[in-house]
């Protein structure tokens, strides 16, 4: 079984077919964390439209792209987050998303009951509120992020 795999995933590099692509939605992020590398950028690089990333999602997919990291900044800041998961999920894709899991909120949740991701990254700074503030420089962060952990692990959401 591994010699096969093994023998795929050597074709797929071979002829160049984009298995897993990770996504960088924006660089916008709600926190404002001390060591992000992603702090100068924030705000001065437009982001791609909705419209441009599905083209980018359709090329994915026409050339053998099966799984599919949205990540950032903060994915989920993103006005049209839950427009671009339907498209990426209404394709076939495996998605996973890597997030802070402060924006985790009841509407967010129900996409993600109804349209399951295969796993979702969450970025841990700490165990409690002094810490995640330290760090992030936003006030109860740690009790948002917390909650907002457990309520994806009682949905049945792989985290």
């Known amino acids: 079984m591994d010699r096969d795999i093994n023998k795929i995933l ?6 160049r077919i984009p298995l897993s692509v990770t996504f960088e939605l924006t660089y916008n992020c709600n926190f404002n964390c001390v060591y992000c590398y992603q702090t ?4 001065r690089i437009q982001e791609l439209s909705f ?3 599905t083209k980018i999602l359709d090329v994915l997919k026409k050339n053998g ?15 049209d987050f839950e427009e671009i998961y339907n498209y ?6 495996k998605i996973s998303i890597s997030s802070n899991g402060s924006l985790i909120d ?3 949740l129900n ?9 979702i990254n969450i970025s841990l700074y700490g165990a409690t509120n002094k810490t995640y503030y330290n760090f992030t420089n936003t006030k109860n962060s740690w009790t948002i992020t917390k909650n907002n952990i457990l309520n994806l692990i009682k949905s049945n959401i792989k985290v």
């Open 10 to 15: 050597e074709l797929t590099k071979e002829i």
């Open 40 to 43: 100068p950028s924030k705000n």
């Open 51 to 53: 419209f441009k990333i």
């Open 65 to 79: 792209c099966i799984y599919l990291k949205f990540t950032g900044g903060e994915p989920l800041i993103r006005k």
């Open 88 to 93: 990426a999920y209404d394709r076939n894709f």
């Open 106 to 108: 009841e509407n967010y």
């Open 111 to 119: 996409l993600l009951r109804k349209n399951k991701p295969e796993l």
